[in-house]
């Protein structure tokens, strides 16, 4: 047998044979054993842990639905047509995001897309006249059982960016973002929530703050005056997570002392980002709340 011959001692395929095999239909396709093949493949040193992470993200894209990741219908922050769009500059500021719902009268009434750049020429030395037909973009609806592989393929086609989730009656449910369906792919994104790279803790205007999920306790004692054990965990999250008793999705809070801690980013096996503030006096404590009706 020459030296570049796969050995089959003790009747054991090589992973590349095994893989071959599987991709070629001769064995049946499933999905654990593509996955063990792939993490024999890392252990031998022929598949870098991120791409790994990658495709394992992808394999899992295909099993969510939009409701697993979306934005709820109650943290939508839209704009509405019966205002003179000079007062939807505070909101815009605000946020700091890059597209808003614009609504009617009824919330559930989403008209169009604002990218919040189109703005700009209402506000120059010479404002122009504002249209409203010419300024929204089209909405792209979908409904909350969408599986992302198909929502991304649909966001590709479209040039979309941004989706409205709508129940089965038709009503806002929430909206979701090809961003957050790439980052169940490739892990957290930066967005407008831009931290220091050394920086756990950005300061936001009314009393919130946004927190990384890996801040440690000591580190969030420090800057909130409090006193969280850092006995059983070393992060926030940990300890966030552990309130909940389970990985919580975004959207959902818990007071923890004298802090309210809401999800603003998960996936399913972990919190990437908390808005914290101070804890509504008459709320229980230690109380976790869902605000995802979904």
Known sequence: MSDDQPSHSNGQRSWLERLTQVLAGNEPRDKDDLIELLHD??????????????????????????RDIMVPRSQVVVLSKTDDPREWLPTVLEHGFSRYPVVGENRDDVLGILIAK???????????????????RPALFIPESKRLNALLKQFQESRNHMAIVVDEYGGLAGLVTMEDVI??????????????????????EHGHSLVKALTPIDEFNAHFGTQLSDDEFDTIGGLVA?????????????????????????????????????????????????????
């Open 41 to 66: 493949a890392h252990q031998r040193g022929l598949l870098e842990a991120d791409a790994l992470a990658m495709i394992e993200g992808v394999l899992h894209v295909s099993e969510q639905q939009v």
């Open 118 to 136: 189109d703005l700009l020429r209402y506000f120059g030395k010479e404002p122009v006249e504002f249209n409203m037909r010419e300024l929204l």
């Open 242 to 294: 552990h309130h909940f008793g389970h990985v919580p999705r975004r959207g959902e809070s818990v007071i923890i002392g004298s802090q309210q801690f809401q999800v603003i980013r998960a996936d399913n096996r972990r919190i990437h980002l908390l808005m914290v503030s101070p804890a509504p006096v008459e709320s229980p404590r230690l109380e976790a709340t869902g605000s995802n009706p979904h």
């Open 183 to 204: 980052e169940q792919i490739v892990g957290e994104i930066d967005d407008e929530h831009d931290f220091d790279e050394d920086s756990y803790i950005l300061e936001h």
